[in-house]
């Protein structure tokens, strides 16, 4: 265990020495304006929102609001996971802390992609343990990566205690989808990559599982006054529950995109983080994730996850509507998917 990982909360301090651990090993983040289309109420299927954002005005506007995609499902793996990733491995090589059994994780399958790209890239070996429910798409590509892998259960719940007794009895890292500090550090080198590219963003939205985006990315902006919206399905809504319980709650999980965002709790370390003013949590629909999804796609010819739209989601239907003038980033988070999916 490092001395990152024997912290409490994460803060700028932990993110920056994420940016400095990975530099050369992540790609860059991509901003790309939002066009009216993507970025419109209107275009959610008739769902209603308090104000017509995007109908009107230029490129890159939803009324007088500016907003932005953050292209991260073009990370390696295709989720911002490979930051976390990277940033884990990367710290116990350094520290000559990691085991020749190298890694365990479990994950309903983006933490799995990104432990297996960040092994195979640094010659270690990974052990992904999935539920029996993972989508037959990722468990291909981990295959193809070169992880050894293991299907425990129906839900990510049963795959982690799979994970924990594996690592007990074979001497393997056990890594963890988003409660590890080293985790959600380097997920927050994306919101550290955002603020670099535009100093003006006042909002950062992120779909939030577990809540290792989340954390990293509050610990990220902490100090700047910079607002994180939380995006969760409303059936798989561990960290709002935790605010609404005043601690971290065993949730149902049956949502639409529990494949990426289908943590039964949330992280300690998040629920703190979101206690903090700036920070504010939302909920969304399974039918307006499909929705975001497929405009993302009839406008752009994007191809994204299901958890890879809850944040755009909750712009499109209304659960979060921009201030005036307010400069709004939507992380685009996964493309782990089957673009078959689609229905045009």
């Known amino acids: ?30 901003l790309a304006d939002a066009d009216p289309g993507t970025a419109s109420p209107a275009d959610t299927a008739g769902t209603a ?3 017509d954002a995007g109908t009107a005005g230029t490129a890159g506007t939803a009324g007088t609001a500016r907003l932005q995609l953050a292209l991260e499902y073009m990370q390696h793996s295709g989720s911002f996971k490979a930051r976390g990733a990277a940033n884990l491995a990367a710290a116990h090589l350094e520290d000559g802390t990691m085991p020749a059994e190298g890694i365990v994780i479990a994950s309903g399958g983006n933490a799995g992609l990104a432990c297996a790209w960040a092994a195979r890239s640094t010659r270690t070996k990974a052990t992904v343990f999935l539920p029996e429910t993972a989508p037959p798409f990722k468990v291909a590509k981990l295959r193809g990566y070169g992880a050894d892998v293991r299907l425990a259960g129906q839900e990510y719940a049963d795959a982690l205690d799979a994970s924990v007794r594996y690592a007990a009895d074979a001497g393997a890292l056990l890594s963890h989808a988003y409660d590890n500090p ?21 909002t950062i939205m992120v779909a939030v599982g577990g809540g290792g ?18 995006v969760e399905p409303e059936r798989c809504r561990a960290l709002n529950a935790a605010l609404e319980a005043a601690g971290p709650v065993d949730v149902p999980v049956d949502s639409i995109a529990a494949d990426s965002l289908g943590a039964r709790r949330c992280s300690q370390m998040a629920y703190e983080l979101a206690c ?28 994204v996850e299901m958890g890879g739209a809850a944040a755009l989601a909750a712009l499109l239907c209304g659960a979060y509507v921009p201030a005036p003038d307010e400069h709004v980033v939507v992380v685009l988070c996964g ?6 999916e689609l229905v045009r």
């Open 49 to 51: 929102a308090t104000a």
């Open 213 to 230: 985006l989340f954390s990293g990315t509050a610990a990220a902006v902490q100090g700047t006054g910079i607002r994180v919206v939380a």
């Open 182 to 202: 080293l985790i959600a550090a380097g997920a927050g080198t994306l919101a550290a990559e955002i603020i670099e590219a535009a100093p003006s963003v006042d």
């Open 335 to 340: 493309a782990n998917t089957d673009p078959g």
């Open 1 to 30: 265990m490092t001395a990152s990982e024997r912290t409490g909360l994460i803060g700028p301090a932990d993110v920056k020495a994420a940016v400095s651990r990975t530099a050369g090993r992540i790609r860059p983040v991509i």
């Open 276 to 303: 903090r003013p700036e920070m504010t949590s939302v909920l969304v629909s399974d039918e307006a994730i499909v929705a975001a999804r497929q405009t993302l796609w009839d406008h752009r010819r994007v191809v």
